[in-house]
């Protein structure tokens, strides 16, 4: 599961957004100019800062994003995995649940009644008819749902711990797990 | 008072008869992982973080409850013992609902910069999400039990610096909880003075200053050194 050689020449590395802020993929782009280094040693095939469409096959490394919350995240996950090599849950949603999952200490028509019906003005709670994808009961961890490679925590993970945990990995090597934090 | 002589992780260190192995290791510059111990409290036992290894002992110990000895032989950092250290942090994390980016603590929090420093960058164990009260029924102060480790320092010290003993613990195993008095709202306590002392031996954000939001809050160890030197040695110096 876990890669121990280099990867090719120029490895092809994807970011994808589950049910997440979007915070961790802004980290991702305080990676500034150093996102010209990261081009230069990677194949970025797929991201959401990216207008690709579907997720591509012979991934080499993917960053997960976001924590599992609805029928579509469940459905992209297994595919996401069974396209790539390496598989990071990134940041704390991924790794944890985080925020995603704080409505877990709620039953979900609890939820969905406080969002949707007493805290706004429509009334009405979504019904599941194909529009939006259905929530799930209970919120998952990436690692709930399929196996993970690599875990890197932080709510969001710094631009710098990103860089070198993606050239660390590219490079074929394993991260450091101490230093790595939960939150800020 | 006698001298002891002791080897913790291959190196020889003295202390002082009746001195606990987690304080000489700690004199030594051997930090043993802890969140229930605070020096100037008594010990607890609680976290068991300290663990450590004693030659001829099949038993892990203590390592704040454990008193040296003459040529006693302690391995604090073993990877048997690294390995149960993640697991206990594992544990605490998945027990109660500790989501670090909603923290008043964040970025200052013993149990995140624990697990930070073992290397706990998941959780193995199925987190719990019980549902548990916040008491805000304090007029400056919150209860978190989301946040609680039960580690019992707020117990302590409120029982045996400030002498009131409003905190204690009720219940067993995964339903324990800190209680003040018996069991009414922390705002409805006859015996809290609103000292604050609690609060800021508090590892988590378990029980914070009402007014900060997420990550704002700093605690302050210091001012338990200075109220026991003060107690201790009559001397007000921090």
């Known amino acids: 599961m876990t890669q121990t050689a280099p990867m090719s020449n120029k490895p092809r590395f994807a970011t994808v957004w589950l049910g997440g802020c979007s915070g961790c993929h802004m980290s991702f782009l305080d990676l500034d100019e150093r996102l010209f280094d ?59 649940g985080n925020v995603t999952a704080l409505r877990n200490l709620f039953p979900l028509e609890d939820v969905l009644q406080r969002a949707y019906v007493e805290l706004a003005s429509s009334g009405r709670s979504p019904s599941a008819d194909g529009i939006v994808p259905r929530l799930l009961d209970r919120v998952l961890r990436v690692q709930d749902v399929v196996d993970v490679d690599f875990f890197l925590p932080g709510c969001p993970p710094s631009a ?25 | 008072m006698s001298v002891r002589t002791l080897e913790v992780d291959g190196r020889t260190i003295t202390a002082l008869e009746g001195q606990t192995v987690f304080s000489a290791a700690w004199d030594s510059g051997i930090r043993i992982p802890r969140l229930c111990h605070l020096g100037g409290l008594s010990e607890a036992g609680a976290c068991r973080l300290c663990l450590v290894e004693i030659e001829g002992q099949k038993k892990l110990q203590p390592a704040c409850l454990t008193k040296v000895a003459e040529d006693m032989v302690v391995n604090t950092a073993t990877p048997a013992l690294l390995a149960h250290r993640r697991l206990i942090v594992e ?60 580690c019992t320092r707020c117990v302590r010290v ?60 700093r605690k302050d160890r210091g001012f338990l050194r200075y109220i026991m030197t003060a107690r201790e040695k009559k001397l007000w110096i921090s």
């Open chain 1, 38 to 96: 990261l081009a230069a040693i990677a194949d970025i095939c797929y991201s959401p800062v990216a207008d690709i469409k579907e997720f591509p096959a012979n991934v080499d490394l993917t960053l997960v994003e976001g924590a599992v919350a609805n029928e579509d995240h469940l459905r992209e996950l297994k595919h996401i995995r069974a396209q790539t090599r390496v598989l990071v849950a990134f940041g704390d949603c991924a790794v944890t």
């Open chain 1, 160 to 184: 710098d711990s990103i860089f070198d945990f993606v050239a660390t990995v590219l490079r074929g090597g394993r991260p450091a797990r101490e230093g790595r934090r939960f939150g800020a």
């Open chain 2, 91 to 150: 544990l605490l994390l998945a027990e109660r609902n500790h989501v670090c980016a909603v923290c008043v603590l964040n970025g200052a929090c013993e149990l995140q910069d624990l697990a930070a420093q073992l290397g706990v960058d998941h959780v193995r164990l199925r987190p719990q999400y019980p549902s548990l009260p916040v008491d805000l029924s304090h007029e400056r102060f919150g209860l978190d039990h989301n946040r609680c480790i039960l």
């Open chain 2, 158 to 217: 409120c029982d045996e610096v400030e002498g009131a003993h409003t905190w204690d613990v009720a219940g067993r195993g995964r339903n324990s909880r800190i209680i003040s008095d018996l069991g009414e709202p922390w705002g409805d306590s006859g015996s809290c003075t609103s000292c604050g002392k609690c609060v800021q031996v508090c590892p988590t954000g378990a029980l914070f200053s009402k007014g900060r939001t997420v990550a704002e809050m």
